[in-house]
């Protein structure tokens, strides 16, 4: 009878073994992790330094290393010119309206109301859409001829007749005006990343203590005293990682422009992503879409360095 | 200056009654404890007197002046909160600088009540520093600091006291209430810790579900109980209560004695003491055991001072007594005090 009992604890160790130890689980668990940031990261940005090095076309993907031609050539493009500005134009304006905007949101959404989750849903669901088939519904939005908003405009009198306010014309040609075009493309960025930025923002608000806002309140602090003395600098760090998250979306992103006006018209809304694609895959020349994509890359990095500072800053907090 | 009246004051959150109508008036520069079990509606009617919240029904007067409606900037109060609240992003100055800024107080002016707020608590040499890196006692300086630098005419407190360990609070309880006293300020301070109570009220306050149940001097509360709520809330161990047909009689521990120590020139109830444990914490030995027959035999406490070294064994009977002069009656169904000394 004692010598199973005896040999029992011993069999339990052994087959306990690599799950009781950490060192070797945690490098098992995290395998996987660094596997895909090397395959789907790492080599596609090797891939891209070489390529911005040479002479490589979709024909002709032989490395010839031509040194830093690809950037220079880059550089003398005026439409690249463009395409760099556009991208930190639009970057920035949409991210400054989408910070207020989901501050406005944020503070709505923190009071109670009927049917605020109804709120909540809707505010989420551009976010759960593919970016692609929302920014497609924009697209018909925006229609030069079918416009719904051109529609609703002609139906209240400002577009469409002698003397309106937004002219006689019938429709006012969203993508096709290079100011209109801009405005498109910005607001379809502020509502792409505004669900995101909301809920950011929701979660700094919620954060703060109810009592402290309480405190400012005896000690005398008006409502807009207290949001520019405690709710903002308190929210600063988080509502800077909801601006930083956003730039990067925006930088990066290909899809508005491409869907809603490739760039035109006549570049006035080309963007680095966009400018890439059509030189690098359409254009063939893989080495100066290369070079014209890596000019993202110090703006990114800079703003993957701050988001981790503001990370641990918040931390502290 | 410096009065608070409350008038006919309820709240409730949905059907709950936090707080049932309330009459209470301070005097001039008191120090007034709210006393109570957690939910016995004791902070909510501080935050009503704060105007953090809003009564459902009733009137709060300050000063003569009828606040129901104000806001807490016009109320001429300060309060500071159990978790001290305060503002993480700022230093220790701009925390205590803040109120005097809110009311667009001249910089110059600023500094030299600051200086002087932080003077009063001692906290000078903290002024730079944010208040993560405090500790709890020095918190909770700043938090005074804070409520005191703008000189309220009434000064809120919501168990400032309860975030300290033991030895803190003991001291911190005998500055504030120094300060207190030198301050003059009249103060509505809220705890569910009776030591608390009784050692800083000029008057208790007992509350228990939104009512009150009583006010007194310390040792009104103590000696003559309202109720036998008051009676079973307030000491450690609270009264002893026995059944006396429609009467409950009830006597502090530290009166029910053995019975050659109690002297009683009115006369002395005497009762047979079955001894079930006993407890010796070193200033005095607490006796616990049943009185009565073994069918509706009651619990009974009894407190022997230290220096009384009788020796008692547990399982055993000895004869206790209580003067006459010691014994409270309440009404068996209302548990209200009833006049007049019965045997």
């Known amino acids: ?317 | 200056m410096g009065c608070v009246e409350i008038r006919g004051i309820s709240k409730l959150f949905g059907n709950v009654r936090a707080v049932d109508h309330v009459d209470l008036a301070t005097n001039e520069g008191e120090f007034l404890v709210l006393l109570g079990p957690s939910g016995c509606g004791k902070t909510t009617l501080l935050r009503m007197i704060a105007g953090i919240e809003e009564p459902t029904e009733g009137d709060m007067v300050i000063d003569g002046r009828v606040v129901t409606n104000l806001p807490p900037r016009l109320r001429d109060i300060a309060m500071v909160f159990q978790s001290y609240a305060l503002y993480p992003h700022m230093t220790v100055y701009k925390n205590i600088a803040f109120p005097l800024r809110a009311r667009g107080v001249e910089k110059e002016a600023v500094r030299k009540k600051v200086e002087w707020a932080a003077g009063m608590f001692k906290i000078e040499r903290l002024l730079d520093r944010k208040p993560r890196e405090l500790s709890g006692g020095e918190r909770q300086r700043v938090a005074l600091a804070r409520a005191m630098v703008r000189e309220p005419s009434v000064f809120l407190l919501d168990e400032p006291l309860s975030n300290l360990d033991a030895l803190l609070r003991t001291s911190a309880r005998e500055e504030l209430r120094q300060f207190q006293r030198r301050v003059g300020v009249t103060t509505i301070y809220v705890t569910h810790d009776q030591v608390e109570a009784m050692g800083l009220g000029d008057r208790i306050v007992v509350m228990s579900q939104g009512r009150i149940r009583q006010i007194g001097t310390p040792m009104e509360i103590y000696l003559w109980p309202a109720d036998t709520f008051v009676a079973t809330f307030v000491g450690s161990p609270p009264m002893n209560l026995l059944d006396h047909g429609d009467t409950l009689l009830g006597f502090r521990p530290e009166t029910f004695l053995p019975a050659d120590a109690v002297e009683g020139s009115e006369g002395v109830v005497t009762y047979p003491f079955e001894v079930t444990y006993l407890e010796y914490l070193g200033a005095e030995r607490l006796v616990y055991g049943t009185v009565g027959e073994k069918s509706h035999a009651r619990h009974v406490v009894s407190r022997l001072p230290g220096s009384l070294t009788l020796p008692l064994a547990a399982g055993k009977a000895y004869p206790f007594a209580v003067a006459l002069r010691d014994l409270r009656r309440f009404d068996k169904k209302s548990g209200l005090y009833k006049e007049g000394v019965s045997s």
């Open chain 1, 1 to 317: 009878m004692s010598a199973p009992s005896v040999s029992e604890p011993a069999a339990v160790a052994a087959r306990g073994g690599i799950l009781d130890r950490e060192s070797a689980l945690a490098k098992m668990m995290i395998a996987p992790a660094i596997l895909y940031i090397v395959a789907m990261i790492g080599v596609p940005f090797v891939l891209a330094v070489l390529y911005s090095l040479s002479d490589a076309t979709t024909g002709d993907p032989s490395l010839k290393f031509v040194g830093l031609r690809n950037f220079a050539a880059a550089l003398a493009d005026p439409v690249f010119r463009l395409s760099l500005w556009n991208t930190v134009f639009f970057t920035l304006a949409s991210q400054c309206i989408v910070v207020l905007l989901s501050r406005l949101l944020a503070t709505a959404l923190l009071k109670n109301f009927r049917g605020k989750w109804l709120v909540r849903f809707l505010i989420m669901l551009p976010w759960t859409a593919p970016i692609s088939l929302g920014t497609i519904g924009w697209l018909w939005m925006l229609d030069s001829i079918f416009s719904p908003i051109d529609w609703v405009l002609r139906y209240v009198g400002l577009l469409g007749v002698p003397g309106a306010l937004l002219g006689a014309g019938t429709n006012l040609y969203y993508l096709g005006v290079p100011g209109l075009a801009i405005s498109s493309i910005i607001l379809v960025d502020v509502w792409r990343i505004l669900p995101l930025a909301t809920v950011i923002q929701l979660a700094g608000l919620s954060s703060i203590p109810k009592d402290l806002m309480e405190a400012a309140e005896v000690d005398g602090a008006t409502p807009w005293r207290r949001t520019l003395m405690i709710t903002i600098p308190l929210t600063l760090p988080i509502t800077s990682i909801a601006f930083l998250f956003g730039v990067v979306f925006t930088f990066t992103d290909l899809v508005v422009v491409y869907v809603l006006t490739r760039g035109g018209p006549v570049h006035m809304t080309q963007v680095l992503s966009s400018w890439t694609f059509f030189k690098g895959i359409e254009g063939g020349d893989l080495a100066q879409g290369a070079a014209i994509s890596l000019f993202m890359f110090p703006v990114l990095a800079a703003v993957a360095i701050l988001i981790l500072r503001m990370a641990r800053r918040t931390e502290v907090v």
